[in-house]
């Protein structure tokens, strides 16, 4: 079974800041992904990387396979990104389906 | 195109009713997910199914109940609710060979 842990639990930032969040898990995986959840509730995906990096605006995810280790970055943080952020890997057997997640990051950006 | 789509959005039960939450995708993908989501917690599997006509256990089962009326369609159902269910329910679907999940927007259920 994959563990996954995620941390800060909550981060807090001003706005304009440059956001890490980090992301280690327990068994080798073949992609690992990033969601975000604003707070009325929805879960979007934002990332699926199997190596190295990915970007998407100001948003980047980067991947360490032999550290089994992922962070996401967010450049120029705005109020808009204030979010939970949870990333999840692929399980392999056990009776959690196809992903386990992480516990999540609440990002709170003030202006 | 919508995606996957819950219902209700919010409920309110008393303890030992019955309800059942709708889900359903349009996406055509053969796995679907219940998860449930508590506070410090991350997203638990309740049940899943792999494709049109089974379904399995996943984490936390007990007390629930699921269909899968077809490839389009995921119901889970809670035959005599309890305080302890009282949680945000997440339908997801993801097609074969991916682990990418596509999640519906959450029902809040509260059970007095």
């Known amino acids: 079974k994959n563990e996954v842990e995620q941390s800060p639990q909550n981060l807090t930032a001003q706005e304009g800041e440059f956001i890490t969040i980090n992301c280690s898990y327990s068994?080798?995986?073949?992609?690992l992904h990033w969601l975000q959840q604003h707070p009325g509730g929805g879960i979007v995906s934002l990332f699926m990387l199997s190596s190295g990096k990915k970007k998407h605006g100001r948003l980047i995810a980067t991947i360490n396979i032999q550290e089994k280790h992922s962070s996401l970055h967010i450049t120029a943080s705005h109020p808009r990104d204030s979010a939970v952020y949870i990333c999840a890997a692929p399980n392999y057997g056990g009776s959690q389906g196809n992903l386990i997640f992480g516990k999540g990051t609440k990002l709170s950006v003030k202006p | 195109n919508a995606g996957v789509t819950q219902t209700p959005k919010f409920q309110v039960l008393k303890t030992g009713q019955s309800m059942t939450l709708q889900c359903a995708q349009d996406?055509?993908?053969?796995?679907m997910y219940w998860y449930r989501q508590d506070p410090g917690m991350g997203l638990r599997l309740i049940y899943y199914s792999a494709s049109e006509g089974t379904t399995d256990k996943g984490e936390v089962p007990n007390g629930y109940n699921v269909s899968r009326l077809n490839k389009r369609e995921f119901s889970l159902r809670l035959e005599s609710a309890a305080p302890s269910q009282t949680s945000v329910y997440f339908c997801?679907?993801?097609?074969?060979?991916?682990?990418?999940?596509?999640f519906g927007q959450g029902t809040r259920l509260t059970v007095v």
């Open positions: 068994v080798g995986i073949s992609a």
């Open positions: 997801a679907s993801s097609a074969e060979g991916t682990t990418e999940a596509f």
């Open positions: 996406m055509n993908h053969n796995s």
